[in-house]
Nanobody, 120 residues
Framework: QVQLVESGGGLVQAGGSLRLSCAASGSIFNINAMGWYRQAPGKQRQLVATIMNGGYTNYAESVRGRFTISRDNAKNTVYLQMNNLKPEDTAVYYC??????????????WGQGTQVTVSS
């Protein structure tokens, strides 16, 4: 079983910054991919950014150049630095971690979500 603990959400004015963190713990052998997704009211959950084990990153076009995803493999933690936030970034942000247990079975786990609200 994998536990994900998210932190860092909150209320910020447009143009401001926030940094999200998501720490994974449990019987983890290896983490392959870590990512952030968001879901605004009445909308489907959508990809924000992902980072692979080798450091390859992928961003949604709407956040490219404003958000930066990074990871600390020693701490099994993924971060999302969000700069120049816009009201349309308002959503619940979820982290996702995909990897392999010590038992060698694979997993894909979601965090509990953290609210990000950007006021105009």
């Amino acid at each position: 079983q994998v536990q994900l603990v998210e932190s860092g959400g909150g209320l910020v004015q447009a143009g401001g910054s926030l940094r999200l963190s998501c720490a994974a713990s449990g019987s983890i052998f290896n983490i392959n991919a870590m990512g952030w997704y968001r879901q605004a009211p009445g909308k489907q959950r959508q990809l924000v950014a992902t980072i692979m084990n080798g450091g390859y990153t992928n961003y949604a076009e709407s956040v490219r150049g404003r958000f930066t995803i990074s990871r600390d493999n020693a701490k099994n933690t993924v971060y999302l630095q969000m700069n120049n936030l816009k009201p349309e970034d308002t959503a619940v942000y979820y982290c996702n971690v995909q990897g392999v247990f010590v038992s060698r079975s694979s997993f894909s786990s979601w965090g509990q979500g953290t609210q990000v609200t950007v006021s105009s």
